[in-house]
Structures are given as C-alpha cells and as structure tokens.
T-cell receptor, first 112, second 115 residues
Framework: DQQVKQNSPSLSVQEGRISILNCDYT??????FLWYKKYPAEGPTFLIS?????DKNEDGRFTVFLNKSAKHLSLHIVPSQPGDSAVYFC???????????FGKGTRLSVIA | NAGVTQTPKFQVLKTGQSMTLQCAQD?????MYWYRQDPGMGLRLIYY???????DKGEVPNGYNVSRLNKREFSLRLESAAPSQTSVYFC??????????????FGQGTRLTVV
C-alpha cells in the first residue's frame, strides 16, 4: 500500500506562472518531508524539506507547505522557469534512522 | 568531492547471469541505500544499511543481496538476473548522526537491462 502518493503524473505550466505540486501521505508516523528533483539520466537531487513542527518552509522560488491534519504537502515554484522542467519526487521519513519513502513522482513541464 | 559514485553506468545482462553493482561515497555517511526506479513506480527501496555492519530489507528485496563492505562501500548483487530486474538502480547515502533532519544524496544511477 502506497504510503506517499503523488496523484498527478504530469503538470504543464507556462513560464513565469506558479507551479503547484501535491503530495499526500498515509503514515502518521512520518515527521520529515522532502522534495527531490530529477533530470533525465541523472540521480535525484534534494530540493527542499520540512519538519512536522513547521507548516511552511521557503527557499528562494521554492516553498513547501505542510498540512498535518490533512496529511498533505505541496511544493510551490514561483515564478516557474523552463529549467524547472523535471520529475519531482515527494519523500517522507519517520522518526529514527528510517529510509526515505518516495512517491511515484510528477513530471513538470514549464513551457516558454 | 565526488559524493556518491556508482559503477557501472550501463549494463546489459542475459537472463540467469549474475552481476554486482558497486557504490561508494566519500562523505563519511553512516547510512547507505539501494533504490530502483521503474516507469510509473517512483523510487522503491531494495535494501539499506543504517550503519556499517548492518543491512536490512526494503520494499522490494527479492532477487537481490547486498554487502556493506566498509563505511564507504555498499554493493548490490543480482545472483540470477531476470527481465523483471530491468530498471535504473540508484545508490544513496545519508548521515543520520549529524542531524535528525537530513537529506539523502544520490548517485547518477546504473541503467540495467536484462534480456
């Protein structure tokens, strides 16, 4: 059973607009959430994270929002740029040295 | 600083052949992981090693074995390759000791095709 769900396989956004990528989780033990970005033929690279004690974390154009009651997080990219076109993975981990659990990913295409 | 290095980058195997995927990290991380990525399936954990001397199964361990050779190196072995093991394999490492909240760093991946 999927513990981390990204229900949108793909998303297209125009350059300069906001991209919103969504992620839901089912395991209430998860307390740390991350977003990874992946280009073709490369390994995933860390983008931004958020701890369960926060509801928002911002880093430049990227903001992650966490709604613990809904078990939902989202990644906002503003403004979107063509170089943001990639697959974005949501990941989560539970307290303790537990491995990251990943969603299936969302392919973002930013159209110039 | 190379980070996480995987070898080989590409491999074609015949069904039934064996091979070992190598992974090394130079960040002095204590934890290492093997994931596989398949279309529409995301990244699924095969095995992990929380610290030197320990290994544990992940979500999809069948058909694989691992060895944590030392703190730097974590290898993944396919004893008898099957077409279902055609995938892109990623090795990752992280350092839980530094801070509870830490990301994993990934290698470039090994693209394996079993025919």
């Amino acid at each position: 059973d999927q513990q981390v769900k990204q229900n949108s396989p793909s998303l297209s956004v125009q350059e300069g607009r906001i991209s919103i990528l969504n992620c839901d989780y089912t395991n209430s033990m998860f307390d740390y959430f991350l977003w990874y970005k992946k280009y073709p033929a490369e390994g995933p690279t860390f983008l931004i994270s958020i701890s369960s004690i926060k509801d928002k974390n911002e880093d430049g154009r990227f903001t992650v929002f966490l709604n613990k009651s809904a078990k939902h997080l989202s990644l906002h990219i503003v403004p979107s740029q063509p170089g943001d076109s990639a697959v974005y993975f949501c990941a989560a981990s539970a307290f303790g040295n537990t491995p990251l659990v990943f969603g299936k990913g969302t392919r973002l295409s930013v159209i110039a | 600083n190379a980070g996480v290095t995987q070898t080989p980058k590409f491999q074609v195997l015949k069904t039934g052949q064996s091979m070992t995927l190598q992974c090394a990290q130079d960040m002095n991380h204590n934890s290492m992981y093997w994931y596989r990525q398949d279309p529409g399936m995301g990244l699924r954990l095969i095995y992990y090693s929380a610290s030197e001397g320990t290994t544990d199964k992940g979500e999809v361990p069948n058909g694989y074995n691992v060895s944590r050779l030392n703190k730097r190196e974590f290898s993944l072995r396919l004893e008898s390759a099957a077409p279902s093991q055609t995938s892109v394999y990623f090795c990752a490492s992280s350092d839980f000791r530094v801070t509870r909240n830490t990301e994993a760093f990934f290698g470039q991946g090994t693209r394996l095709t079993v025919v």
